[in-house]
């Protein structure tokens, strides 16, 4: 019990000084502001709003905005405010569990086909041909048909956008199964399981977060797209139905901020996503960072140009003596086994 609790502790110790890294990169901190205010008026809608989606007040339709309401009403006398406040949780449920999803089962099948032989490969391989060939529109039509749930929508979702992930993460893991530090674990008597775990999941995690932080902003462009035309579960409320209820009368009624706030709400979310997702692949990615060579700064070029070889030649330098004491690590490892 003690060991778990120890355990226990590291992880939550290395999990907060990731998400501190994460807000000391100047993207970073945009983007988890920005989720974090829709996050958190997602949770507290009940307490931000006095009114709920069922308080029909068809007398008081289509009002303009004002204190009671701040950007009006629908033509039911629905609060739009409220339809924001609460269609937040639909839209950031269907892009944050989506992007989980796509982004585990992408990442488990492109590994599998790169690092687990030839057959793996062919029938993974021959599945993303099938998929990508497959229009989503007409597709999500059919299956809406059966259910209009937005489970269906999440699982449709995953089972078409995988295909992406997989493909850049075998291109990720073929390149890394050639770098010496992999072939070093191999010469040294390690498993292909303790590799993949050890080594090649970690060299391509990078890609798989970020890909996840932008999967969730895609996929709620694509949530909202898809309720826009009518693909959505009818009995709960999410930005893109908004919308749909907002082009109807919005135009004709002047209510400007029933169709620019759900806008507005899926820009800055969606763009909030992304920019985590830039900050992560600085953080995760050391090859993202673009530093500049100090010494190299306000010399003739023929200077410059030999300030930048020889840092080029210390980074060589520090990769050789890195992979040494890995493989010395991996020597150690299997004796001990």
């Known amino acids: 019990m003690k060991k778990f609790g120890t355990h226990l ?28 205010i829709v996050v958190l008026a997602a949770i507290l809608a009940p307490v931000l709003t006095p009114y709920e989606l069922d308080a029909y007040d068809i007398a008081n339709g289509l009002a303009k905005p004002s204190l009671e309401h701040p950007l009006g009403t629908d033509k039911n006398g629905i609060d739009i405010l409220t339809q924001i406040l609460y269609g937040a949780r639909i839209s950031l449920i269907i892009g944050i569990v989506t992007g989980l999803c796509v982004t585990l089962l992408g990442a488990t099948l492109g590994v599998v086909s790169a690092y687990f032989g030839k057959v793996p490969a062919t029938v ?62 191999e ?36 949530e909202a797209g898809l309720s826009f035309i009518g693909l959505g579960d009818p009995s709960v409320i999410s930005w893109g139905k908004i919308l749909v209820a907002a082009q109807e009368s919005a135009f004709t009624s002047g209510l400007w901020a029933w169709v620019l706030a759900p806008g507005v709400a899926i ?37 410059a140009a030999a300030a ?9 330098e520090e990769d050789a003596l890195h992979l040494k004491e890995q493989f010395a690590k991996e020597v150690a490892v299997n004796e001990r086994a």
């Open 9 to 36: 502790l590291a992880t939550l110790r290395g999990i907060g000084n990731f998400l501190l890294k994460i807000v000391k990169n100047p993207k970073g901190r945009v983007g988890v502001i920005l989720v974090g």
């Open 124 to 185: 993974i391989l021959n599945l993303i041909n099938v998929l990508l060939v497959i229009p989503t529109t007409p597709l999500m039509m059919i299956m809406s048909n059966l259910s209009s749930s937005y489970l269906m929508m999440i699982a449709i979702f995953t089972l078409i956008g995988w295909c992406g992930t997989a493909r850049v993460v075998r291109a990720q893991v073929l390149s890394v199964m050639n770098m010496n530090y992999i072939r070093a674990a």
């Open 187 to 222: 010469l040294s008597g390690g498993s292909k399981t303790y590799i993949m775990y050890r080594h090649i999941l970690p060299a391509v995690s990078h890609l798989l977060i970020m890909n996840c932080a932008l999967s969730c902003a895609g996929f709620m462009i694509a």
């Open 267 to 303: 820009f800055i979310t969606v763009y909030g996503f992304m920019q985590i997702g830039y900050a992560l692949e600085e953080i995760l990615n050391p090859k993202m960072k673009r530093k500049k060579d100090k010494r190299a700064k306000g010399l003739p070029p023929e200077e």
């Open 308 to 316: 930048v070889f020889a840092t080029m030649t210390e980074q060589s």
